[in-house]
T-cell receptor, first 114, second 113 residues
Framework: EADIYQTPRYLVIGTGKKITLECSQT?????MYWYQQDPGMELHLIHY???????EKGDLSSESTVSRIRTEHFPLTLESARPSHTSQYLC?????????????FGPGTRLTVT | GQQVMQIPQYQHVQEGEDFTTYCNSS?????IQWYKQRPGGHPVFLIQ?????EVKKQKRLTFQFGEAKKNSSLHITATQTTDVGTYFC?????????????FGKGTKLSVKP
């Protein structure tokens, strides 16, 4: 089983609050990703990173921001949460160097904005 | 932009029946990956196909990559209740961004015992 962790697992928060979703991996992977997934639906890539100090926006426009100051840590921040942000957020990482590697997913954070 | 279409969206089978999900890309893919997500869980990597016409097997699961590298399929022989979940294909086109693995919408499989 992959060592990738997400906290919190569940979060219920009011509109307008600032939140940070944590993601950490202990595999030394260069590449990390954030996906948004509504229940039973497809995965949408919202952010990714090739390595430290590298971040890119994904296919789905998102009001969130990310940072990659350390290899193992890739937090996602929402400055002002809205009900439309209610979803599951999945963090993933993949192997070191060039080439195509499988993605290891964390357990996800289920966010509800009231 | 690149699109990965996956059909069917849902499949209900009787235990013991076979199941197939199909994945089609609008562009040629450098590789395709398959993932399984159990209800309430997170996607778990199953396999990667790289070569044109490649076929790989994992017990009752058979994965194929088309000759043109634009389509792929996953076939499960004699389904079991443990096969329940959503199966996603995910591909990256040649020249695509390193981080931009495009997922299909998934096929949700339910198995009636």
């Amino acid at each position: 089983e992959a060592d990738i962790y997400q906290t919190p697992r569940y979060l219920v928060i009011g509109t307008g609050k600032k939140i940070t979703l944590e993601c950490s991996q202990t595999m030394g992977h260069d590449k990390m990703y954030w996906y948004q997934q509504d229940p039973g639906m497809e995965l949408h890539l919202i952010h990714y990173s090739y390595g430290v100090n590298s971040t890119e926006k994904g296919d789905l426009s998102s009001e969130s921001t990310v940072s990659r100051i350390r290899t193992e840590h890739f937090p996602l921040t929402l400055e002002s949460a809205r009900p439309s942000h209610t979803s599951q957020y999945l963090c993933a990482s993949s192997g070191t160097g060039t080439g195509e590697y499988e993605q290891y997913f964390g357990p996800g954070t289920r966010l509800t904005v009231t | 932009g690149q699109q990965v279409m996956q059909i069917p969206q849902y499949q209900h089978v009787q235990e013991g029946e076979d199941f197939t999900t199909y994945c089609n890309s609008s562009t040629t893919l450098s590789n395709i990956q398959w993932y399984k997500q159990r209800p309430g869980g997170h996607p778990v990597f199953l396999i990667q196909l790289v070569k044109s016409g490649e076929v790989k097997k994992q017990k009752r699961l058979t994965f194929q990559f088309g000759e043109a590298k634009k389509n792929s399929s996953l076939h499960i022989t004699a389904t079991q209740t443990t096969d329940v979940g959503t199966y996603f294909c995910a591909g990256r086109s040649y020249g695509g961004s390193q981080g931009n693995l495009i997922f299909g919408k998934g096929t949700k499989l339910s198995v009636k015992p």
